[in-house]
């Protein structure tokens, strides 16, 4: 990963945003960033790591500037090598929570900077720390302990104990995928094969039934249904034949009733039209009348109007002529007073608003001596504050000086030699040793213990192991002989009783349908009895009605001939009336009328023509009868002839079958069929089970042999062991005497008889001295920061009393001009408020002249009004002349239109007006009947033309349908059942082919999940990570002690020991080993910088890109000038390993070893923050 640029604000001293460009500062492979103590250089690395991870190094709560409400960090970044390098920009802003106190984040987002543009690719706080991690491989801890060492970090890598230094490896280097990555693998395969030969046992329990036997039972039932399908096919074409042939006249006369009812319906309807139709004459008359009635009531109205507007205009015009009289009046009066007093006021108002400015360049003045009052009291209050500052700062100067000079004396007090110290350091690296050796030999006698009694227990168990082999090789002998023998007695073949059930099962079907017919039999001889007595009653009741019809046609003929007798002798009567004495008949030419006929009464021609409807009326029903009896008796007919057909065919289907041998054949073979089949069963069962038991003999016999196996080899191996053992416990105990005198030789030295309490006695002190110089420098800066605020404070109190004694002589001047002032305002104010005496005298002029104004504008006003109404007043009286001569002529015509209409009343005519949408309405109503009546006549006459006196039984035809789908019901289902029979025939021939290809595959799965239960157990407990670890651990140890040596000259190197703990080895005290612990200050910086620095250059960010800059923020000023420019020589012989290395410090002698520097000024007491800007040397 390499740095490129940083955007800092609001964050602990910074405050303005501060840009650093590290593509500019990285360019020479090594730089730093100098600046006094607090000026923020360490919030250089706070910032990369808070906006990477969200947090800083320091773990600090109030690291948000006090004088900002928000922080915001962008870091840009490469990372990756050659096409695989990419770009990022990471930015956050965290703002203070002023409700609940501490810190929200109010933008966390992370982007790629690609050829196309900008790629968003997380913007939630939690989603960008994840994808952070994902792409540097590094967590925030690894970060600081490894790439950026921020203050109190620097040695944690080093002093870290052994399980977390093995996780921090673990993730640097990628060696997850060695442990538990390669663990779940393993384990992750195992459980899916483990999870496949589930499934493939699962699948194999699907197909439990799936035999060659199963396959024949379904072949023959599969012909079966076919058989019974054809049957009910052909029988199913018959009937709809026969529903086509009858199906038009079925519809027909269906719609033929619907039209009758509906013409049922209209007659009933007829008076209502006939209403209708004169109600539309009536209104059509009434509209002519209505525009005369419209125009006669419009006139009267306006009339009334005018009238009343003829009143309004005379009360007006009293009103008004009475208004401008008063008004001339109260004008006169005005005019007077605006002439004497406008002239005076004007003089008054110039010389107060004169007297207006001097009060306002009095205030002006007055406020301006206000402010500097103000100022005189703050500037006393802060000279008082000041010089009580300025005597605090000196008494904690004082007091500063006193506290070092403490510390320095106790530092000298508690030192200790270094002769003393080296000596104590050997003495307990040696008893660390003895007692690690001790350790071991402790181990391997109890290990070879251990191994011993396991080798007694693997004998003992192999022993056992070989004894139940041999007994289950014998179980398994003699039940191989069993099943041997049950195979020979086998009983039916599956095969031979399916042909057996085959003809059971024809022999059922064939019971069924004698059934079915013998029913149907009994059935249709009921039905052809009741349509036989049915047709005799219909028989009777047409001779009866033709009877009927034969007798009223011939009273219908009679009544007739008398009607036209009666009508002839009527014309004679009439003609006979209008012959005259002397005039010669029409008829006979006679002059001479002699017995003349005489004219019948209308009413008895009325009374034999009405006769004659009723007849005639009857004759119609009577014929209407006839035809319907006679298509019902021709329905009957049809009816019996089927009925017939189907009883002669459900005879011909029961001929040669008897139902009682035939039920008595079935029972038989049932018991037959049940009893081979339990049989079947029974062996079928006893077969499975012992060949589950052999199975389970041989799955047995196969694990003991394995175990065998197993425990042979380790036992050979655990022999092996402990021959190892036995060797390796000699060297030990060889070492442990060695070390156990020499320890006692120190102990009689040096007279301490506990090595581990003096060293710790010793680092207690070393901590301590290391303590109170920093406390020291600590303290030295604060004195020097207190003196540099003396002299602040020494500065500003001057500034006050110099500004403090130039008030003073400024106030007394605006004193002596306000005095002026005051006289020359009270001359033209007379002691009264200046603005409210402008105010009072502009307001009265304003008055009189807006009054006179006002006064004119109505007087003109009021005229004008008095003009205008005169003129309304006979406009009115000329239209009330012209209205009533108007309303004159139209009453004139509207009565003339009445009479016309034949309307007494304009009334009556108005009650028989409707509107049009209603007139409208009606006559569609009333054309609608019409064509609809006409319409349902000429069908109703189609449809009898077409009948021609058939009809079809309501009831057959539903009977005919019913049969149909009952039919049509049956087929479906007999399809379904041989789509489903043949399926299950195609799925039973693939599923044979599954079963064995299963059968294979679960041999297989059960090997490898045998071979990955072996890997898994190798696997466990991390041992591979750790063997990895430890080898990369000292890989990084060799490179870091060789950098060690040659910083420190060849005196120090690292070693691991063997619980992979560091050590630190002295090689000019005799190459004393010391633990880390025991390291002074400056050891220990030199021993970490070592360390991060190899570990660093190993580090492969994500296993793929290498780390490309290192980050460090302490220690350099435990350093002496010699050892300071060793160190600085090794950092700069990094550049050579395209590493770019960062350091952070306030010593002056590294400015001038690094070629790009960073000056980070400090923040001012004006509130700027700090500040940064990139120098080169």
């Given at each position: 990963?390499k740095?490129?640029?940083?955007?800092?604000?609001?964050?602990?001293?910074?405050?303005?945003?501060?840009?650093?460009?590290?593509?500019?500062?990285?360019?020479?492979?090594?730089?730093?960033?100098?600046?006094?103590?607090?000026?923020?250089k360490?919030?250089?690395?706070?910032a990369?790591?808070?906006?990477?991870?969200?947090?800083?190094?320091?773990?600090?709560?109030?690291?948000?500037?006090?004088?900002?409400?928000?922080?915001?960090?962008?870091?840009e970044?490469?990372i990756?090598?050659?096409?695989?390098?990419?770009?990022?920009?990471?930015?956050?802003?965290?703002?203070?929570?002023?409700?609940?106190?501490?810190?929200?984040t109010?933008?966390?987002?992370?982007?790629?900077?690609?050829?196309?543009?900008?790629?968003?690719?997380?913007e939630?706080?939690?989603?960008?720390?994840?994808?952070?991690?994902?792409?540097?491989?590094?967590?925030?801890?690894?970060?600081?302990?490894?790439?950026?060492?921020?203050?109190?970090?620097?040695s944690?890598?080093?002093?870290?104990?052994?399980?977390?230094?093995?996780?921090?490896?673990?993730?640097?280097?990628?060696?997850?995928?060695?442990g538990?990555?390669?663990m779940?693998?393993?384990?992750?395969?195992?459980?899916?094969?483990?999870?496949?030969?589930?499934?493939?046992?699962?699948?194999?329990?699907r197909y439990?039934?799936?035999?060659?036997?199963?396959?024949?039972?379904?072949l023959?039932k599969?012909?079966?249904?076919?058989?019974?399908?054809?049957?009910?096919?052909?029988?199913?074409?018959?009937?709809?034949?026969?529903?086509?042939k009858?199906?038009?006249?079925w519809?027909?006369?269906?719609?033929?009733?619907q039209?009758?009812?509906?013409?049922?319906?209209?007659?009933?309807?007829a008076?209502?039209?006939?209403?209708?139709r004169?109600?539309?004459?009536?209104?059509?008359?009434?509209?002519?009348?209505k525009?005369y009635?419209?125009?006669?009531?419009?006139?009267?109205?306006?009339?009334?109007?005018n009238?009343?507007?003829?009143?309004?205009?005379?009360?007006?015009?009293?009103e008004?002529?009475?208004?401008?009289?008063?008004?001339?009046?109260d004008?006169?009066?005005?005019?007077?007073?605006?002439?004497?007093k406008?002239?005076?006021?004007?003089?008054?108002?110039?010389?107060?608003?004169?007297?207006v400015?001097?009060?306002?360049?009095?205030?002006?003045?007055?406020?301006?001596?206000e402010?500097?009052?103000?100022?005189y009291?703050n500037?006393?209050?802060?000279?008082?504050?000041?010089?009580?500052?300025?005597?605090?700062l000196?008494?904690?100067?004082?007091?500063?000086?006193?506290?070092?000079?403490?510390?320095?004396?106790?530092?000298?007090s508690?030192r200790?030699?270094?002769?003393?110290?080296?000596?104590?350091?050997?003495?307990?690296?040696?008893?660390?040793?003895?007692?690690?050796?001790?350790r071991?030999?402790?181990?391997?006698?109890?290990?070879?213990?251990?191994?011993?009694?396991?080798?007694?227990?693997?004998?003992?168990?192999?022993?056992?192991?070989?004894?139940?082999?041999?007994?289950?090789?014998?179980?398994?002998?003699?039940?191989?002989s069993?099943?041997?023998?049950?195979?020979?007695?086998?009983?039916?073949?599956?095969?031979?009783?399916?042909?057996?059930?085959?003809?059971l099962?024809?022999?059922?079907l064939?019971?069924?349908?004698?059934?079915?017919?013998?029913?149907l039999?009994?059935?249709?001889?009921k039905?052809?009895?009741?349509?036989?007595?049915?047709?005799?009653?219909?028989?009777?009741?047409?001779?009866?009605?033709?009877?009927?019809?034969?007798?009223?046609?011939?009273?219908?003929?009679?009544?007739?001939?008398?009607?036209?007798?009666i009508v002839?002798?009527?014309?004679?009567?009439e003609?006979?009336?209008?012959?005259?004495?002397?005039?010669?008949?029409?008829?006979c030419?006679?002059?001479?009328?002699?017995?003349?006929?005489?004219?019948?009464?209308?009413k008895?021609?009325?009374?034999?023509?009405?006769?004659?409807?009723?007849?005639?009326?009857?004759?119609?029903?009577?014929?209407?009868?006839?035809?319907?009896?006679?298509?019902?008796l021709?329905?009957?007919?049809?009816k019996?002839?089927?009925?017939?057909a189907?009883?002669?065919?459900?005879k011909?289907?029961?001929?040669?079958?008897?139902?009682e041998?035939?039920?008595k054949?079935?029972?038989?073979?049932?018991?037959?069929?049940?009893?081979?089949?339990?049989?079947?069963?029974?062996?079928?069962?006893?077969?499975?089970?012992?060949?589950?038991?052999?199975k389970?003999?041989?799955?047995?016999?196969?694990q003991?042999?394995?175990?065998?196996?197993?425990?042979?080899?380790?036992?050979?191996?655990?022999?092996?062991?402990?021959?190892?053992?036995?060797?390796?416990f000699?060297?030990?105990?060889?070492?442990?005497?060695?070390?156990?005198?020499?320890?006692?030789?120190?102990?009689?030295k040096?007279?301490?008889?506990?090595?581990?309490?003096?060293?710790?006695?010793?680092?207690?002190?070393?901590?301590?001295?290391?303590?109170?110089?920093?406390?020291?420098?600590?303290?030295?800066?604060?004195?020097?920061e207190?003196?540099?605020?003396?002299?602040?404070?020494?500065?500003d109190?001057?500034?006050?009393?110099?500004?403090?004694?130039?008030?003073?002589?400024?106030?007394?001047?605006?004193?002596?001009?306000?005095?002026?002032?005051?006289?020359?305002?009270?001359?033209?104010?007379?002691?009264k408020?200046?603005?409210?005496?402008l105010?009072?005298v502009?307001?009265?002029?304003?008055?009189i002249?807006?009054r006179?104004?006002?006064?004119?504008?109505?007087?003109?006003?009021?005229?004008?009004?008095?003009?205008?109404?005169?003129?309304?007043?006979?406009?009115?009286?000329?239209?009330?002349?012209?209205?009533?001569?108007?309303?004159?002529?139209?009453?004139?015509?509207?009565?003339?239109?009445?009479?016309?209409?034949?309307?007494?009343?304009?009334?009556?005519?108005?009650?028989?007006v409707?509107?049009?949408?209603?007139?409208?309405?009606?006559?569609i109503?009333?054309?609608?009947?019409?064509?609809?009546?006409?319409?349902?006549?000429?069908?109703?006459?189609r449809?009898?033309?077409?009948l021609?006196?058939r009809?079809?039984?309501e009831?057959?035809?539903?009977?005919?349908?019913?049969?149909?789908?009952e039919?049509?019901?049956?087929?479906?289902?007999?399809?379904?059942?041989?789509?489903?029979?043949?399926?299950?025939?195609?799925d039973?021939?693939?599923?044979?082919?599954?079963?064995?290809?299963?059968?294979?595959k679960k041999?297989?799965?059960?090997?490898v999940?045998?071979?990955?239960e072996?890997?898994?157990?190798?696997?466990?407990?991390?041992?591979?990570?750790?063997?990895?670890?430890?080898?990369?651990?000292?890989?990084?140890?060799?490179?870091?002690s060789?950098?060690?040596?040659e910083?420190?000259?060849?005196?120090?190197?690292?070693?691991?020991?063997?619980e992979?703990?560091?050590?630190m080895?002295d090689?000019f005290?005799?190459?004393?080993?010391?633990?880390?612990?025991?390291l002074?200050g400056?050891?220990?910086?030199?021993?970490?910088?070592?360390?991060?620095?190899?570990?660093?250059?190993?580090?492969?960010?994500?296993?793929?890109?290498?780390?490309?800059?290192?980050?460090?923020?302490?220690?350099?000023?435990?350093?002496?000038s010699?050892?300071?420019?060793?160190?600085?020589t090794?950092?700069?012989?990094?550049?050579?390993?395209?590493?770019?290395?960062?350091?952070?410090?306030?010593?002056?002698?590294?400015?001038?070893?690094?070629?790009?520097?960073l000056?980070?000024?400090?923040p001012?007491?004006?509130?700027?923050?700090s500040?940064?800007?990139?120098?080169?040397?």
């Amino acid at each position: 990963m390499k740095p490129i640029r940083l955007k800092i604000s609001g964050l602990n001293s910074f405050t303005e945003e501060q840009v650093i460009n590290f593509e500019l500062l990285t360019e020479k492979g090594l730089f730093g960033i100098f600046g006094p103590t607090g000026s923020g250089k360490s919030t250089i690395i706070d910032a990369i790591t808070l906006s990477m991870y969200g947090k800083i190094p320091r773990n600090s709560k109030d690291f948000i500037n006090t004088d900002s409400l928000s922080t915001s960090v962008v870091y840009e970044f490469e990372i990756g090598v050659g096409t695989e390098r990419r770009r990022y920009i990471v930015e956050r802003n965290i703002k203070k929570d002023l409700k609940n106190g501490g810190y929200k984040t109010t933008l966390a987002r992370l982007r790629e900077i690609t050829a196309e543009g900008e790629k968003v690719l997380a913007e939630k706080e939690r989603e960008v720390h994840q994808k952070i991690v994902e792409i540097i491989g590094l967590t925030a801890e690894d970060f600081t302990r490894s790439v950026v060492l921020p203050q109190g970090k620097f040695s944690e890598f080093l002093k870290l104990s052994g399980r977390e230094r093995r996780d921090m490896l673990e993730r640097i280097f990628g060696l997850e995928r060695y442990g538990n990555d390669l663990m779940e693998k393993v384990r992750k395969v195992k459980n899916e094969k483990a999870l496949l030969l589930g499934m493939v046992n699962g699948e194999l329990s699907r197909y439990e039934g799936v035999t060659e036997e199963a396959l024949k039972e379904a072949l023959a039932k599969l012909e079966l249904l076919k058989e019974e399908e054809k049957n009910l096919s052909a029988e199913r074409e018959e009937l709809l034949k026969e529903r086509e042939k009858l199906k038009e006249i079925w519809e027909r006369q269906k719609e033929l009733n619907q039209f009758l009812e509906k013409k049922r319906l209209l007659d009933e309807k007829a008076s209502e039209i006939e209403v209708k139709r004169g109600k539309i004459e009536k209104a059509r008359k009434a509209l002519s009348v209505k525009p005369y009635i419209d125009s006669v009531e419009e006139t009267e109205k306006k009339l009334l109007l005018n009238k009343k507007e003829l009143e309004k205009h005379a009360k007006e015009l009293e009103e008004v002529s009475a208004q401008l009289e008063k008004i001339e009046k109260d004008y006169e009066i005005t005019f007077r007073e605006k002439e004497e007093k406008i002239p005076l006021l004007i003089e008054k108002e110039e010389r107060l608003k004169r007297a207006v400015q001097i009060e306002d360049e009095i205030k002006r003045l007055s406020e301006e001596r206000e402010k500097l009052l103000t100022e005189y009291k703050n500037l006393e209050s802060n000279i008082k504050r000041l010089e009580e500052e300025k005597e605090k700062l000196f008494l904690s100067i004082e007091n500063l000086k006193k506290n070092i000079a403490e510390k320095e004396e106790k530092i000298v007090s508690i030192r200790i030699s270094t002769e003393e110290k080296e000596n104590v350091f050997k003495a307990f690296e040696l008893e660390k040793e003895f007692e690690r050796v001790k350790r071991e030999r402790e181990e391997k006698a109890y290990k070879i213990e251990e191994i011993e009694k396991l080798v007694e227990k693997q004998k003992g168990e192999y022993e056992r192991i070989k004894v139940e082999l041999t007994e289950k090789e014998e179980e398994l002998q003699k039940e191989e002989s069993i099943f041997n023998l049950l195979e020979v007695q086998k009983p039916l073949s599956s095969e031979e009783l399916f042909n057996f059930q085959k003809e059971l099962e024809s022999k059922r079907l064939k019971l069924i349908e004698a059934q079915r017919n013998k029913e149907l039999e009994e059935k249709l001889e009921k039905t052809l009895k009741e349509v036989l007595e049915e047709r005799e009653k219909l028989v009777g009741e047409l001779e009866e009605t033709e009877r009927e019809y034969e007798e009223k046609g011939k009273a219908l003929d009679a009544l007739q001939k008398e009607i036209e007798e009666i009508v002839r002798k009527n014309m004679a009567g009439e003609l006979a009336e209008g012959l005259e004495e002397g005039m010669p008949c029409p008829v006979c030419g006679s002059f001479h009328h002699i017995n003349l006929a005489k004219k019948v009464d209308e009413k008895l021609i009325e009374e034999k023509k009405k006769l004659e409807r009723g007849l005639r009326t009857e004759r119609e029903v009577l014929q209407e009868k006839l035809i319907m009896l006679k298509s019902q008796l021709s329905g009957f007919t049809a009816k019996e002839e089927i009925s017939r057909a189907e009883l002669e065919k459900a005879k011909e289907n029961l001929r040669g079958i008897d139902l009682e041998i035939l039920r008595k054949e079935i029972e038989e073979m049932e018991v037959k069929f049940k009893e081979e089949k339990e049989k079947l069963e029974d062996w079928a069962k006893e077969k499975e089970e012992k060949e589950k038991v052999l199975k389970r003999l041989k799955e047995e016999k196969g694990q003991l042999a394995l175990e065998e196996a197993r425990i042979k080899e380790r036992l050979q191996k655990d022999l092996k062991l402990l021959e190892e053992y036995k060797l390796s416990f000699e060297g030990i105990e060889r070492e442990y005497q060695s070390l156990l005198k020499e320890l006692e030789n120190w102990k009689e030295k040096l007279g301490y008889a506990n090595f581990s309490e003096k060293v710790e006695e010793i680092n207690q002190k070393e901590k301590l001295i290391e303590k109170l110089r920093e406390e020291v420098e600590s303290l030295k800066k604060n004195l020097e920061e207190l003196n540099i605020k003396r002299e602040k404070v020494l500065e500003d109190l001057n500034q006050l009393i110099v500004r403090k004694t130039q008030v003073v002589e400024v106030g007394k001047e605006k004193r002596s001009v306000l005095e002026k002032m005051q006289k020359e305002l009270y001359s033209y104010s007379e002691g009264k408020d200046v603005k409210k005496y402008l105010e009072d005298v502009q307001k009265e002029r304003a008055e009189i002249l807006q009054r006179e104004s006002f006064l004119k504008n109505r007087l003109e006003e009021e005229r004008r009004k008095k003009q205008e109404i005169e003129s309304k007043k006979v406009s009115t009286l000329e239209n009330q002349i012209l209205l009533t001569n108007m309303l004159k002529e139209q009453i004139e015509k509207l009565e003339l239109s009445l009479s016309k209409e034949g309307f007494k009343t304009k009334e009556e005519a108005l009650s028989f007006v409707i509107s049009s949408e209603e007139m409208s309405e009606i006559e569609i109503e009333v054309k609608r009947f019409e064509n609809e009546y006409t319409s349902l006549v000429a069908n109703i006459e189609r449809l009898e033309g077409f009948l021609k006196g058939r009809q079809i039984e309501e009831e057959h035809w539903n009977r005919l349908e019913e049969r149909i789908r009952e039919l049509e019901e049956i087929l479906t289902g007999k399809r379904k059942e041989i789509g489903a029979t043949e399926k299950a025939i195609h799925d039973m021939k693939e599923n044979l082919k599954k079963v064995e290809e299963l059968t294979k595959k679960k041999k297989e799965l059960e090997h490898v999940i045998d071979m990955l239960e072996e890997l898994d157990k190798l696997f466990q407990g991390n041992k591979f990570v750790d063997f990895i670890a430890s080898k990369q651990l000292k890989y990084i140890t060799f490179s870091a002690s060789k950098r060690l040596k040659e910083i420190s000259r060849s005196r120090y190197a690292l070693e691991i020991d063997s619980e992979n703990n560091f050590v630190m080895r002295d090689d000019f005290n005799g190459g004393v080993r010391r633990s880390v612990d025991t390291l002074s200050g400056g050891e220990t910086f030199l021993t970490s910088l070592s360390l991060a620095l190899a570990l660093s250059s190993h580090i492969q960010l994500k296993g793929k890109a290498p780390l490309e800059f290192f980050f460090l923020d302490e220690g350099f000023g435990s350093l002496d000038s010699e050892l300071l420019d060793v160190v600085m020589t090794s950092l700069e012989r990094l550049k050579k390993d395209k590493m770019v290395v960062g350091i952070i410090s306030h010593v002056e002698e590294l400015k001038d070893r690094v070629p790009v520097k960073l000056i980070v000024t400090p923040p001012t007491v004006s509130g700027e923050g700090s500040k940064v800007r990139i120098e080169y040397t």
